[in-house]
């Protein structure tokens, strides 16, 4: 962990963009296959919607072995991306999709989609899409396609601690695919005490796979300190390092007093260090859906009379950490990107740690800091005693791979297995309607649909407020984990505090059933 300020001359050899080669030459994209010759060449589809799905699903499917097929298709839904966030989110695909970027395709509605995997099946599809949504998509294929393909699901970026309504939306999934060990472990646990036969598969995270290769070769992601921050290290072609980023995230801190107060942060930062640029980087611009509601933008929460070089940009990640001497952030997957290329970082833990902050997962990482460390500018790197457990194992261990092939040769042989679904509802068509415009609100234009609005809606607003009043007579306690707060503490005391907090946290690390029912109102978090 580095004590003192940023160095500008970042380890570049671990490039996190997917490369245009089809993906032959890269490490963690082994095709990992059973022995003997395949029976024939495979077809992959990925149905994708939201911005942070669509990256996800895009450069998963990305990695696949070199000889397969590779299609993508956008689902029309209520939170479908941009055609700009989706140029965005298709950056440095391969050579068989490349051609996204410059032409995404345009969305098309549930039916549409599922009837060209009738009457076409592939191989194989990944399901990357929200939770309800992936839940009737997943439920059309098995009632509408007698020879259906493998399903294969997961999600995007940070999945600890484990989440029912991820299980729940996704149990009749053949594969569902996750990110690190100690997320499989959770995610197993989490499954059978829900009844739900464990399905999970192993795949480095595509925007951590740099870092993975060196975590297989015993090497580590961290930066020099030699240099001032501004520097570089005088290669012809290396862009100006002069960026502090600031992963935004929707909903994370969700209150607009908190987000306020991260801006004021990062507008001492840009006072104290003129020589940097202070990048807020949101997600969607304007108008633009995200996977999850942002009710607070931080572009609206910056002041008028904010310093110059504190600016406010979009676009691809990837190109932002082109520029970057650190990135900041309170938990967003965009810290593993950064892990991943050697870019300090710093997850901030000012409002605690916890599975509202999606930050129990960093103690012990060595990324952990407070404001005081923003504005002062130390930035952690990552701890070699983190990472293999933590999205950098090596990319031996991954296995959706050669799981998903097996799949693919039990469809081909008759004997693929349909799972069952976590979900037991009563009420026949039109609980399925229901579920069905819970899923897709205005894009389901079914009369059917509508009829289950009208009876459903109220219920739905019962169960809601016999939730707060619930929440009011019972408050739940929150998760948060103590944990030290600044890279100040980085040794002594201090990373005897990082070993027990990393406990804490560990315990606290799924989510209990008991109230999942509650959990799955329609309309929270898409899961």
Avoid: C
């Avoid at 024939?40 to 669509?54: E, H, I, K």
């Avoid at 995270?205 to 290769?213: D, E, G, K, V």
């Amino acid at each position: 962990m580095s004590s003192g300020h940023v160095s500008g001359q970042v380890d570049e050899t671990g490039a996190l963009d997917v490369p245009t080669d089809g993906g032959a030459s890269t490490v963690g994209r082994e095709p990992r296959l059973p022995s003997g010759p395949s029976p024939r060449g495979r077809r992959v589809v990925a149905l994708v919607d939201t911005d942070s799905f669509a990256k996800w699903g895009a450069h998963l499917l990305a990695a696949a072995p070199a000889g397969w097929d590779l299609d993508l298709r956008t689902v029309a839904t209520p939170r479908s991306a941009s055609a700009k966030q989706l140029r965005s989110a298709f950056r440095g695909l391969d050579a068989r999709l490349a051609h996204l970027r410059t032409a995404p395709p345009s969305p098309k509605d549930v039916d549409a989609v599922v009837e060209e995997l009738r009457v076409d099946p592939p191989d194989a599809v990944l399901v990357s899409l929200i939770g309800p949504v992936a839940e009737l998509v997943i439920d059309e294929v098995h009632r509408r396609i007698p020879d259906r393909p493998v399903l294969v699901s997961g999600l995007p970026g940070i999945s600890f601690p484990a989440k029912w309504k991820g299980i729940f939306f996704r149990a009749r999934a053949d594969l569902f695919v996750l990110h690190s060990h100690r997320e499989v472990r959770a995610y197993e646990e989490m499954a059978i005490e829900g009844g739900v036969e464990p399905h999970f598969a192993l795949a480095t995270l595509p925007f951590a796979r740099s870092a993975s290769a060196s975590a297989s070769t015993g090497a580590t992601a961290s930066a020099s300190t030699g240099a001032p921050a501004s520097a570089s290290t005088g290669a012809p072609d290396e862009p100006v390092r002069d960026a502090v980023v600031f992963a935004a995230q929707p909903s994370v801190p969700l209150e607009r007093v908190d987000r306020a107060l991260v801006v004021q942060w990062l507008v001492a930062t840009a006072r104290q260090h003129p020589e940097w640029r202070i990048v807020v980087k949101t997600r969607a611009a304007a108008g633009e859906h995200q996977t999850h509601r942002e009710e607070h933008p931080y572009p609206d929460l910056v002041p008028a009379d904010a310093p110059a070089n504190l600016v406010v940009e979009s676009g691809p990640m990837a190109e932002h950490l082109d520029r970057a001497v650190a990135l900041v952030t309170i938990s967003s997957t965009a810290v593993l990107e950064a892990a991943a290329r050697g870019v300090p970082a710093l997850t901030l833990t000012d409002f605690g740690i916890g599975r509202h902050l999606i930050n129990e997962v960093f103690v012990s990482s060595g990324l952990e800091g407070d404001s005081v460390d923003l504005v002062d500018g130390r930035f952690g790197t990552v701890r070699p005693s983190w990472m293999q457990d933590n999205y950098f194992h090596p990319a031996s261990d991954d296995d959706w791979q050669r799981r998903l092939t097996e799949l693919m040769a039990q469809r081909d042989a008759g004997t693929l297995v349909d799972r069952e679904p976590a979900r037991r509802s009563r009420g026949g068509v039109l609980r399925r309607a229901w579920e069905r415009k819970n899923a897709l609100g205005g894009s389901d234009r079914s009369a059917l649909g509508w009829l289950a609005l009208v009876i459903g809606a109220p219920i739905r607003t019962t169960k809601r407020l016999a939730r707060k009043a619930r929440a009011l007579v019972h408050p739940p306690e929150p998760v948060v984990v103590a944990a030290p707060t600044s890279q100040r503490a980085a040794g002594g005391a201090g990373g005897e505090r990082v070993a027990a907090a990393g406990s804490a946290a560990g315990a606290a690390g799924s989510e209990g059933l008991g109230d999942r029912q509650q959990e799955l109102v329609a309309g929270g978090d898409p899961g």
